[in-house]
T-cell receptor, first 115, second 113 residues
């Protein structure tokens, strides 16, 4: 069955430090991959997506992610974290077929930023 | 384009009552999705519409849950005979194709007391 794992439940970094959030997926084919961010009490906002081509993708707010097929990973990175980046981050896999078209989300990683 | 709107933002109901939530997607998007999110978890897929056709329902969606999207525009999610386990954030999203990513609404937080 398709699945998404995010090994880190919670991460704390200092403002200005670099960040990497891990994501691994299980899917038979090359999936569509996404990272979303959620602030408390809000819906999710798309940070970036990958579906083909260059395996290093750039997103909004200075985030980037790298698709590594051999490791079934799609880790999110940011070179310098800002206090406003504190939020919940979700990795997701997009599945498609003749009668379905949906995204499966990982459990999320909560990011805290120390001033 | 005002994004995806969900109404109400919060709903408190007594166990056994029926509740209905509304989602207004981005007008150009033909795909609409409902997800449920509990505290500390990622969103779980509930159901998916392409235009007015409901193409997939999760096994999470018991017989007490029903969703509609008349005329392929707004959608409603109804929960009958609510249970405490139904307490969650219900998220709606729309898309013109999931490879483009989803636009989410702010969600409806349901509390069953």
């Amino acid at each position: 069955a398709q699945s998404v794992t995010q090994p880190d439940i919670h991460i704390t970094v200092s403002e200005g430090a670099s960040l990497e959030l891990r994501c691994n997926y299980s899917y038979g084919a090359t999936p569509y991959l996404f990272w979303y961010v959620q602030s408390p009490g809000q819906g999710l906002q798309l940070l970036l997506k990958y579906f083909s081509g260059d395996t290093l993708v750039q997103g909004i707010k200075g985030f980037e992610a790298e698709f590594k097929r051999s490791q079934s990973s799609f880790n999110l990175r940011k070179p310098s974290v800002h206090w406003s980046d504190a939020a919940e981050y979700f990795c997701a896999v997009g599945l498609s077929g003749t009668s379905y078209d949906k995204v499966i989300f990982g459990p999320g990683t909560s990011l805290s930023v120390i001033p | 384009d005002t994004g995806v709107s969900q109404d109400p933002r919060h709903k408190i109901t007594k166990r056994g009552q029926n509740v209905t939530f509304r989602c207004d997607p981005i007008s150009e998007h033909n795909r609409l999705y409902w997800y449920r999110q509990t505290l500390g978890q990622g969103p779980e897929f509930l159901t998916y519409f392409q235009n007015e056709a409901q193409l997939e329902k999760s096994r999470l969606l018991s017989d007490r849950f029903s969703a509609e999207r008349p005329k392929g525009s707004f959608s409603t999610l109804e929960i009958q005979r609510t249970e405490q386990g139904d307490s969650a954030m219900y998220l709606c999203a729309s898309s013109s194709g999931h490879r483009y990513g989803y636009t989410f609404g702010s969600g409806t937080r349901l509390t069953v007391v």
